[in-house]
């Protein structure tokens, strides 16, 4: 599995990214910068981490979007190139098109910093299928703005078409607002694009991958799509 | 010619930043204020022959970048 991990000024999980694509698929990523034109050749996996890019200015994500790496990102999602924007990257994928809606200011108004419970809605993904549906994942999360907001028409399809994967729930997996900490719709932690190769979500899945960081739930995440590209070969 | 971009939040899109500064001008006792929601102001110099190419530009300008049209809307006002 051929991965590039993207940076942007202010981006500072891009290392967190590299440590854990590197640990469970055994192949360090090539670190791709925010003014390059061109991908990679032979590029499986576009990663696009978390941070602060441009300081989170006029918009989260909004400027980062605009860069000129990101015409390369569109043309390789275009194609089916599967993309996983977590966190900043989320914001980002939004801002740049490549998924629907828009992450807004946390409902209550601050920063969270912890671990949540996410259910994982569906296995048939390549970022997903080294989970079961219905299971529960504990993975950390550090955003202010991490409220995921679309109109009822985008949220209708996006349910319908089953493009819901991640939601925080309570660590038995009931979605409850309690369980909701960022006031997220239909407490949507992650969600895919129409044609399923381009995945957005807040929590950090790579930083929940060693036996150090208390917990490696977040490596379903990353064995999954390393088995994808395994099988597809 | 200078011109301005407001920025503002669609109706029916919550914002909790709005909704924060309206508490905090109750618990000022500023009284009388029945809601606030939050936008922002771009003041811009630009280069154009006529209105209308200004006009042009910042419509451009707002689009591609601005505001998100997801969930905000844009107004310009060309000053002078």
């Given amino acids: 599995m051929k991965s590039a991990v993207l940076v942007f000024p202010g981006i500072n999980r891009e290392r967190d990214m590299a440590r854990a694509l590197t640990l469970v698929a055994g192949r360090a990523p090539t670190i791709v910068w925010h003014a390059d034109s061109k991908l990679p050749t032979g590029t499986d996996l576009v990663v696009i981490p978390g941070g602060f890019s441009y300081g989170d200015y006029l918009r989260c994500g909004a400027i980062a979007a605009r860069a000129p790496i990101m015409d390369a990102v569109r043309a390789f999602a275009t194609e089916g190139g599967l993309v996983l924007a977590v966190c900043n990257g989320f914001q980002i994928a939004c801002e740049a098109g490549l998924l629907p809606g828009v992450l807004m200011r946390n409902a209550q108004l601050r920063f969270i910093c912890r671990d949540v419970y996410l259910r994982v809605e569906r296995s048939d993904t390549p970022f997903t299928r080294g989970y079961n549906a219905g299971q529960v994942i504990r993975v950390p999360v550090a955003h202010g703005e991490g409220n995921y907001i679309a109109d009822g028409e985008t949220i209708a399809r996006l349910e319908g078409e089953g493009r819901v994967v991640f939601r925080y729930s309570s660590p038995d997996g009931i979605v409850d607002p309690n369980w909701n900490h960022n006031g997220a719709m239909n407490a949507i932690a992650g969600i895919i694009n129409e044609r399923g190769n381009v995945l957005g979500m807040m929590p950090h899945p790579e930083n929940h991958v060693e036996a150090l960081m208390g917990c490696t739930d977040g490596r379903g995440l990353f064995a999954g799509l390393l088995d994808h590209f395994k099988r597809a070969a | ?80």
Wanted: glycine share 10%; proline share 1%; charged share 30%.
């Fill in chain 2, 1 to 80: 010619m200078r011109a301005r971009v407001t920025v503002t939040l669609k109706s029916g899109i919550l914002d909790p930043q709005g909704k924060a500064i309206e508490g905090a001008l109750k618990s000022l006792g500023v009284s009388g204020v029945a809601s606030v929601r939050q936008g922002k102001v771009f003041d811009i110099e630009i280069e154009a022959a006529d209105r209308a190419g200004a006009e042009a530009v910042l419509k451009g300008a707002a689009e591609k970048l601005l505001a998100n049209t997801v969930i905000e809307n844009y107004r310009i006002e060309l000053t002078r």
